[in-house]
């Protein structure tokens, strides 16, 4: 089994993902969808944790060696970076969506040095927003951006021009096709459902609309 199917298919257990083509989930964009992922479930999973982590920093140790310190994005990467950095003895930062109101005013927490090679840990790629905005705030600390990684993407157009145009790299454990090749051979949806979820994301700002 790929690692794709295989994360996708933990994902499913635990109940991180879950598929409804009949009855869609409403984002808080507006935006009707046949899923519903919610990463964060995994914490609750030690063995699922795990094989998350080890996936990851191996993502890390294959496309990006050179890595000196992992950052996770507020809030749901802040974990799955945790474990990674631990995993490859490394350094870890995080970074919130904005600077804080008091104190130092920190958008970054932990220590990031000018020039050190940084990995950004996402646990979602939608449209790839926060983390192109994370790795933003990074290089504007004077951290250098290798690239980014995380577990799960829905494999939207958007995100794939939004990653291009920040130039920044991005690898996942798993993604959208290898979630309904699992789901499939689960039982958890029909072969027929696999038409509805694939229109969804040729055009998930319109689908559900009619």
Not at 112 to 133: F, H
Not at 178 to 184: D, G, P, Q, R, T
């Amino acid at each position: 089994m790929e690692q794709a199917e295989k994360i996708a298919g933990l994902l499913l257990e635990c109940e991180a993902v879950s598929l409804n083509p009949k009855e869609p989930y409403t984002w808080a964009s507006g935006i009707k969808s046949p899923i519903y992922c919610d990463n964060r479930i995994t914490m609750s999973y030690p063995a699922v944790r795990k094989e998350i982590a080890k996936g990851l920093a191996d993502i890390i140790r294959k496309f990006y060696p050179e890595t000196e310190v992992i950052a996770g994005t507020a809030t749901a990467g802040i974990p799955h970076a945790a474990w990674v950095a631990e995993e490859l003895d490394l350094p870890m930062i995080y970074i919130r969506s904005k600077a804080k109101g008091h104190g130092k005013q920190n958008q970054i927490e932990g220590r990031l040095t000018e020039g050190q090679k940084v990995v950004c840990i996402e646990d979602l790629i939608s449209t790839g927003g926060s983390v192109i905005d994370a790795a933003s705030a990074v290089q504007q600390a004077g951290g250098a951006v290798l690239g980014c990684a995380a577990i799960f993407s829905y494999q939207l157009d958007a995100a794939m021009d939004n990653f291009q145009e920040a130039d920044l790299p991005i690898y996942t454990l798993s993604n959208y096709s290898a979630l309904i090749k699992a789901a499939v051979e689960k039982g958890i949806i029909k072969s027929e459902d696999k038409m509805l979820l694939n229109e969804w994301r040729d055009d998930p700002a319109e689908w559900g609309r009619a």
